[in-house]
């Protein structure tokens, strides 16, 4: 718990019982086999959100399409990003010419309500 805390930040330990974060250093080593390495040769695109009041007017695919177009400007042989398997998104990535490359999942997350994680990608 000790170790924990401080990776917190300010707020987050005060709101943390003794309860969660019991455990918490076990899921959270687990949440690294959700996601593979990133591979030579590969733009990743680490955070791609749009603000909810502002979701529908064709902002997220702007983002996207300028991702896909500096990584082939750069060099780059494919796009990838990661996203929660539930995550509405996973349709709005695959209408955008991305498919899903594996899926990660780890029992002892699921059972805590942590959903598998796609790894998805667009040749460029």
């Not at 990133?38 to 529908?56: C, D, K, N, T």
């Not at 990003?81 to 996973?90: K, T």
Request: glycine content about 12%; proline content about 5%; charged content about 20%.
């Amino acid at each position: 718990m000790q170790r924990l805390l401080p990776a917190t930040g300010l707020r987050g330990g005060p709101c943390l019982s003794h309860e969660v974060l019991e455990g918490m250093g076990e899921r959270m080593t687990n949440l690294a086999h959700l996601t593979p390495p990133i591979p030579e040769g590969v733009y990743y695109v680490q955070f791609l959100s749009v603000a909810p009041g502002l979701r529908g007017r064709g902002l997220g695919e702007r983002l996207l399409r300028i991702a896909f177009e500096r990584a082939r400007e750069q060099g780059y042989e494919a796009c990838q990003l990661d996203v929660v398997s539930d995550n509405r998104a996973v349709g709005f990535y695959q209408r955008m010419g991305m498919e899903i490359l594996t899926e990660g999942r780890v029992l002892a997350l699921e059972q805590c309500g942590v959903h598998s994680h796609y790894r998805m990608v667009k040749v460029l």
